[in-house]
C-alpha cells in the first residue's frame, strides 16, 4: 500500500487531536473534581452515582422524619410531665379537704381551684405540636376535648386510639403518639367526680378516698383514684421515652448510613489527584513528542523557501 503525504498528514492531524482530548479530560476531571461529567463519560460510574444520591435524599428525609418524631415525643412528655405536677397540686388540695375542720365555704374555695385544675388538665390533652393534635389519634386537627369540656368518643372522631407512624428506614416505621383519650378521660372523670363531693357536702373520709386506687366513694366503682392515675400517666411517660431511645438509636444509624453511602459515592466518581495528575503530564509529554515528529514528518512547502 502506497503512504502518501495526505495520509501521514491526516494520520498526524488524529492523534494530535486523540491527545487533546485526552488531556481537556484530564483538565475537566481536575477542575471538576469528579472523573465524570457526563454520563456518556462512564454509564456504570454514573449509574452507580445515581443510586447513591437517591439512597442520600432518603437518607435526609428519614433524618427529617427523625426531627418530627422528636418534637411530637418531647412535647407528649412535657404534656404529661405537667399531668404529673397537677397530680401533686390536687393530693395537697385533697388532704386539705378531707380534714372535716373545714366549712363548706373553705371546700368550696378548693373545690374552685380543683376546677381550675381540671380545665388545665382539659388544655393539657388539648396540646398541639405545630397544628397537630397529639392526643386525638390520627384525628390531628381536632382537640380531644370539645369547647364544652366534654372529651371526644371515636364517633366523633374515628382515629382515636390510632398510631401515627412515620418512616425512619426503608421499610421501617415507628409510631410516635400515645393513646390519649383513654387516661384522660379516666382523668376528666376523677375530677368530676371529686368537684361533685366538694359541692355536696361529702365527708372527710369519702374525700379521702380519692387518693387511693378506687374511687369509690361517690358511688361510682368504675372510677380510678388518684394513685391509680398517676401510675397510668407514668405508665404513658416510660412508653414515650422508650420512644425517644429508639428514635436516638435510629438518628445513630441514619447518620451512619449518610457517612458510608458518602464514602462510596466519593470512591465511585471523584477525582484521584494524584493519579490524574501523574496521568496529565504523561500525555503532555507524548503530545509534545507528537508535535516533534509530526512537524519532520510534513514536508516543506514552496512558503519554507521564500524566507
Excluded at 151 to 172: H, R
Amino acid at each position: 500500500m502506497r503512504v502518501t503525504q495526505s495520509m501521514l498528514s491526516s494520520n498526524m492531524l488524529r492523534n494530535l487531536n486523540t491527545s487533546y482530548n485526552k488531556m481537556a479530560k484530564y483538565q475537566e476531571q481536575l477542575n471538576s473534581g469528579s472523573i465524570i461529567s457526563r454520563p456518556s463519560d462512564d454509564p456504570v460510574v454514573a449509574v452507580k452515582g445515581m443510586g447513591y444520591r437517591i439512597d442520600l435524599d432518603k437518607n435526609e428525609q428519614y433524618q427529617r422524619n427523625m426531627n418530627q418524631a422528636h418534637s411530637w415525643l418531647d412535647g407528649t412528655d412535657e404534656a404529661l410531665d405537667q399531668v404529673g405536677t397537677s397530680f401533686i397540686r390536687v393530693k395537697e388540695l385533697i388532704i386539705q379537704a378531707a380534714n372535716d375542720t373545714n366549712t363548706p365555704e373553705d371546700r368550696q374555695k378548693i373545690n374552685e381551684e380543683i376546677s381550675q385544675i381540671k380545665q388545665h388538665l382539659q388544655d393539657l390533652a388539648n396540646t398541639k405540636v405545630g397544628e397537630n393534635y397529639i392526643f386525638s389519634g390520627t384525628n390531628t386537627s381536632s382537640p380531644l376535648f370539645k369547647s364544652d369540656g366534654t372529651i371526644q368518643t371515636t364517633a366523633d372522631l374515628p382515629g382515636l386510639g390510632k398510631s401515627i407512624e412515620v418512616n425512619v428506614f426503608d421499610g421501617i416505621s415507628m409510631p410516635i403518639n400515645i393513646e390519649g383519650a383513654e387516661v384522660f378521660g379516666e382523668i376528666n372523670t376523677f375530677m368530676n367526680e371529686l368537684e361533685t363531693l366538694l359541692k355536696n357536702g361529702a365527708t372527710g373520709e369519702q374525700i379521702g378516698n380519692a387518693l387511693g386506687v378506687d374511687f369509690t366513694a361517690g358511688g361510682n366503682p368504675n372510677i380510678p383514684g388518684l394513685d391509680s392515675l398517676n401510675e397510668k400517666v407514668l405508665v404513658k411517660r416510660a412508653e414515650v421515652g422508650a420512644k425517644q431511645n429508639r428514635v436516638e438509636l435510629m438518628e445513630e444509624r441514619l447518620k451512619s448510613q449518610e457517612v458510608n453511602v458518602t464514602k462510596q459515592m466519593s470512591l465511585n466518581e471523584d477525582t484521584d489527584y494524584a493519579k490524574t495528575i501523574t496521568e496529565m503530564v504523561t500525555t503532555e509529554s507524548i503530545h509534545q513528542a507528537a508535535l516533534s515528529v509530526g512537524a519532520k514528518i510534513i514536508q516543506q512547502t514552496l512558503v519554507d523557501f521564500i524566507r
